[in-house]
């Protein structure tokens, strides 16, 4: 029988029936970065000289003998829709956008409340700032709103940023995930990218950062390498102070960009400077106030480092924004930048000046300063764009340009990647069972590149047919994989072989690499189920979850009997909003499991979000009655007794998950209400 993927794996996507921590009004709750376990933790000590350790003064360098351009993308979320609301994540975004203009960011993208939907934000940092950024710029990304994780096993979380129109019912389907941030880390064809983050954030595996010692050109040495670095509020279910109108970790990052002890008397701070003088400042003043929360920073890829020089000027306050920032309790504001006045807008707008170059639409998008008429060939060539041709000698190749990926080769073994700055680039070729290939492009204007990769397989010694099964068992995954990989090329039409390649790969975390396999694997034996289910899983972990739905719905054609596999298309159905569908489902998986909790609480939310009030409730209590504690559940019913008039069992109901999360807001406002319209 091959092995299937573990059921437990499916709470990764079905959010909605997992309980969410109580966010109280004015609080940003805290499961952040949860790290690998091989994160070092950086010295928290802070360089105050400018001179190296042998005396020799340090040469500091102007802004533009580092970066070609500067971008930041800030977001602020007070006014949820469906979560509590906050105080001050708007204002700390304002104040770190005035901030970042200090430092030369030309290019800010500033993004409140109702603008900060999760559609706009990934479109905004998946295709719209990868298009327009250039390989030496360096971005800033900055959040300020509610996080949450997910348990997704006993070793794993996973970790969302929140947009205005998060749900935590359907956290997965409505939120932005840590799987997600790394991507939009790779797209951005950047040299640095660094996510700043007053916020929860969990499951991002970072690598330990560190300073190299000061010689007069580290800041060159530093800078030369590319690198993608997080810096992150606090640690898991730990509560984020705002005081003084803003968030503590806010108020000590403005600190460091004004010149505190982060910088030396050079005034520069690098990304591994900011994150070690926040663990140390955050830790100290968020204990003082009986909250303690510890800052969390590393890299999720390269070796290199961002830096901010010395602001000479400060920028303009936003529009709507106080003209000096109260950032904390020993705060001052940053002055403000004088910048020449922006040429007058043309009779009919079709696009207005943002502030220290570049173009803001209607839509609010950002486009690039337009260059000017006498600009030199050298710097109009180093904008100007061609394209790269790589053919490969073996399909499905997985091709990668400095930090973004292009895609598989499929057809023809070749693939064409357009819009690709003049230059060199690296490019790398990784298919599973080949050795890696990197090579040196160069891509010139207006041209087309061509590259031919030849890929070696990995020979080893033939293995018995039983050996990557064990492996398997043994969960080591990537011995598995090559063991299987080896095994498909003896045997390309053994479809155990190819589903067992898709696990090793899964369990790697590999979604869209193990969804191949599984799909040859179904391809080959068109009655197995598993090979069906397990192919699903990969879809919807994609967030793909029309072909998750149908490879779901082709599986339980053999094994309709499968409840838990019932309850996986459920889930799929609800990130789909297909509610009715949903019910269903959840109602075969209840019939065919009755004592399974998850399963009469999964079928009343999807009786609920139809308004099939009277019909939820006796779900929600058959669920209450087999696990009593889950906060949530109690919430739901009262909701569904709310809705229903009945106040005083409602009011019964918020009492105890309120007893169960005490300090909910949410909950307390329902009991309240019920209580109030109960007499």
């Known amino acids: 029988m091959p092995k299937e993927l573990k059921g437990d794996t499916r709470r990764t996507v079905a959010s909605h029936t997992l309980q969410p921590r109580g966010l109280r009004p004015g609080t940003r709750a805290l499961s952040c970065l949860i790290l690998a376990a091989g994160l070092c933790v950086v010295p928290i000590g802070t360089l105050a000289s400018n001179e190296s350790p042998r005396g020799e003064r340090v040469r500091v360098p102007e802004l533009g003998e580092l970066y070609g351009d500067s971008w930041a993308v800030v977001i602020g979320i007070d006014k949820y829709r469906l979560v509590a609301r906050l105080s001050y994540a708007v204002r700390d975004a304002k104040a770190i956008e005035r901030a970042l203009r200090s430092h030369g960011f030309r290019n800010i993208r500033l993004i ?187 890299r999720i890829a390269g070796d290199g480092d961002l830096v901010f020089l010395r602001p000479t000027t400060a920028a303009p306050p936003s529009e709507g924004a106080p003209a000096a920032v109260a950032s904390g309790p020993t705060v001052t504001g940053v002055p403000p930048l004088r910048l020449p006045p922006p040429p007058p807008p043309p009779a009919r707008l079709q696009a207005a000046p943002a502030p220290g170059g570049g173009t803001v639409s209607a839509s609010g998008s950002i486009a690039p300063p337009p260059a000017p008429p006498a600009r030199p060939v050298s710097q109009v060539s180093q904008r100007q764009t061609g394209s790269v041709e790589v053919r490969t000698n073996v399909p499905g190749v997985e091709i990668w340009i400095g930090h973004q990926r292009i895609g598989e080769t499929v057809q023809g073994n070749h693939i064409v990647a357009e819009g690709i700055p003049a230059g060199m680039h690296q490019l790398r070729a990784i298919k599973p069972g080949h050795r890696d290939v990197e090579q040196s492009v160069s891509v010139r204007a207006n041209d087309k590149a061509r590259v031919d990769i030849a890929l070696e397989r990995i020979r080893r010694e033939r293995l018995p047919r039983d050996y990557g099964q064990s492996l398997l068992n043994e969960r080591r995954w990537a011995e598995a994989e090559a063991a299987f990989v080896d095994a498909v090329d003896a045997e390309p039409r053994n479809a155990r072989w190819h589903g067992n390649l898709g696990i090793a790969l899964a369990h ?116 209450i009655r087999q696990e009593p504690t889950k906060a949530l559940w109690h919430a739901r019913l009262g909701e569904t007794l709310r809705s229903q008039g009945k106040w005083a069992e409602a009011a019964v109901a918020f009492q105890e998950a309120l007893r169960l999360d005490p300090g909910n807001s949410r909950y307390q406002e329902r009991l309240n209400e019920s209580q109030d319209r109960r007499r």
Not at 525 to 547: F, S
Request: glycine letters at 6%.
């Open 112 to 298: 409140l409340n109702d603008a900060a939907t999760a559609k706009d934000i990934r479109a905004l940092l998946g295709d719209e700032l990868p298009r327009l950024v250039k390989p030496n710029d360096r971005v800033v990304i900055f959040f300020a709103g509610h996080g949450e994780s997910r348990q997704l096993s006993e070793q794993k979380e996973m970790g969302y940023l929140i947009p205005v129109d998060g749900d935590l019912d359907s956290i997965h389907a409505t939120s932005i995930s840590m799987n997600e941030i790394t991507d939009f880390a790779n797209l951005i064809n950047a040299k640095h990218v660094l996510f700043l983050l007053d916020a929860c954030y969990g499951g991002l595996a970072l690598r330990g950062a560190s300073s190299p010692p000061r010689s007069p050109d580290w800041i060159f040495e530093v800078t030369r390498k590319s690198a993608r670095q997080v810096i992150a509020a606090g640690g898991k279910d730990e509560k984020v102070v705002e005081v003084n109108g803003h968030g503590l970790f806010t108020t000590f990052v403005l600190k460091a960009l004004e010149g505190d002890e982060a910088a030396g008397s050079d005034g520069v701070v690098t990304a591994t400077q900011l994150g070690s003088y926040l663990q140390r400042r955050v830790a100290e003043a968020s204990s003082r106030y009986g909250k303690p929360h510890t800052p969390i920073f590393g």
């Open 508 to 623: 790697q975390d590999r979604w869209t690499q193990a969804e191949r396999p599984f799909r040859t694997a179904a391809r080959l034996d068109n009655r197995n189920a598993v090979w069906r289910m397990n192919l699903g899983l990969t879809l919807e972990l994609q967030r793909k979850w029309r072909e998750a739905e149908a490879a779901y719905r082709d599986a339980l054609r053999f094994e309709p009997r499968v409840a838990r596999w019932q309850a996986q298309l459920g889930d799929v159905l609800n990130a789909q909003q297909k509610w009715a569908e949903a019910a269903t489902a959840f109602r075969n998986a209840v019939s065919l499991e009755v004592h399974t909790a998850r399963y009469h609480a999964d079928l009343a939310l999807a009786l609920a979000k139809q308004k099939k009030w009277s019909d939820a409730e006796p779900f929600h209590r058959q669920a």
